[in-house]
C-alpha cells in the first residue's frame, strides 16, 4: 500500500512510518524535520527505498500541494492518509498567546481538512482510499489547560464523521482515533520520570490502524476512542449528568 503520513519527525508518526516501512509498504512522510531518534533511523528509513519525504509545514497551502505532488511522483498514488501531525500546547486560557491559538487551531483542524481536500479527489479518481485522522480522547472532554487542543480535536472527530459520510458510497473509508495519552519510544526517552506502565501504549493505537488499513471489509465513519476502562467509566458518567441536564430544560420552560 501507499501511505501518507503527516508529523514523521518524533511519536507516533513516527512509529508509523518505520512500522509500515518495514512491513514492504511505500510510505510518504510530510513534517518538517526528519527524526532524529535513534540516531540514524532517518537514514535508515531512506535507505530502505520505499520511504520518501517533504519537508515542510502542514499549515503552508504550497507545502501542502508540494507534499502530494511529490508524494504521488514517488508512489504513484495515495492509497491511505494518516493525519498525524499536531500541535500540543495545554496552556491555561491567561496565558496562551493569540498565535498559539491560531497555530493549535491550524494544525490540529485546518490542516488536516485542507489535506483530505487535496488527496480524497486522487482517491475517487483511483476508485479507492482510506483516511485516518488523529483526534484525541480531548476532543471528547474538557480541562482547563485544554482551550487550545480540545476544540479542533473536537473538531477533527465531527469532520471526519461528515467526510465519511459524502465518501460513503466512494469505496473511500475515513475515520477518526481519540486516544488517551499514549506512551511512545520518544516519549519514555524525553519523560523517563514518568509512569509509563501506566499509560496506554502506542503498539494499541498502531493496531487499530492496522486493523482499519488493512481490513478486507470497508469500515468508515467511526471514532476509536481507544478508552481504557476508568476513562471510559469517568466519560459514561459524565454523559450520564449531560442527559440529565438535557432533560432538565424542558422542566425549565
Ligand atoms: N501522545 C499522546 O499521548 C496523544 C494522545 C492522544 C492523541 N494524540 C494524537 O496523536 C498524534 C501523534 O501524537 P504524538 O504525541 O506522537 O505527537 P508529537 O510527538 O508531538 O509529534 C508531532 C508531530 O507533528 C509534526 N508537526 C507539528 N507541527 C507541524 C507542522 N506545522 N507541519 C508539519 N508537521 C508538524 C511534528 O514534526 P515537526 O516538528 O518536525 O514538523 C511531529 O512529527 C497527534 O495527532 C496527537 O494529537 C496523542
Not at 519525504?53 to 492518509?81: C, P, Q, R, T
Not at 506512551?183 to 492496522?210: A, F, M, W
Not at 478508552?227 to 467509566?233: G, P
Request: proline content about 4%.
Amino acid at each position: 500500500m501507499n501511505i501518507f503520513i503527516t508529523g514523521i519527525s518524533r511519536g507516533l508518526g513516527k512509529e508509523l512510518a518505520v512500522h509500515y516501512t518495514e512491513s514492504g509498504h511505500k510510505v510518504f512522510g510530510f513534517s518538517r524535520s526528519l527524526p532524529e531518534h535513534p540516531e540514524g533511523v532517518a537514514k535508515k528509513l531512506l535507505d530502505s527505498g520505499n520511504f520518501a519525504h517533504y519537508a515542510g509545514s502542514v499549515n503552508n497551502d504550497a507545502d501542502i500541494d508540494a507534499a502530494v505532488d511529490a508524494a504521488v511522483k514517488f508512489m504513484g498514488s495515495v492509497d491511505v492518509l494518516i493525519n498525524n501531525a499536531a500541535y500540543k500546547n495545554f496552556k491555561m486560557p491567561d496565558e496562551i498567546t493569540a498565535e498559539e491559538y491560531r497555530e493549535a487551531v491550524n494544525t490540529n483542524l485546518t490542516a488536516p481538512i485542507l489535506i483530505c481536500r487535496k488527496i480524497f479527489p486522487l482517491m475517487i479518481k483511483n476508485g479507492k482510499g482510506k483516511i485516518i485522522n488523529l483526534s484525541s480522547n480531548a476532543g471528547m472532554v474538557s480541562y482547563a489547560g485544554g482551550t487550545a487542543y480540545c476544540p479542533p480535536k473536537a473538531g477533527l472527530i465531527n469532520y471526519s464523521q461528515s467526510l465519511a459520510k459524502f465518501l460513503k458510497n466512494k469505496n473511500i473509508s475515513v475515520n477518526v482515533i481519540s486516544p488517551p495519552t499514549f506512551s511512545t519510544d520518544d516519549y519514555r526517552r524525553t519523560s523517563p520520570d514518568i509512569n509509563h506502565g501506566r499509560l496506554l501504549q502506542s503498539e494499541k493505537v498502531i493496531k487499530i490502524i492496522d486493523h482499519i488499513i488493512l481490513s478486507e471489509k470497508l469500515i468508515t465513519g467511526k471514532n476509536y476512542p481507544v478508552f481504557r476502562l476508568k476513562t471510559w467509566l469517568k466519560y459514561y458518567y459524565y454523559r450520564q449528568f449531560e442527559l440529565l441536564e438535557y432533560l432538565f430544560q424542558f422542566r425549565l420552560k
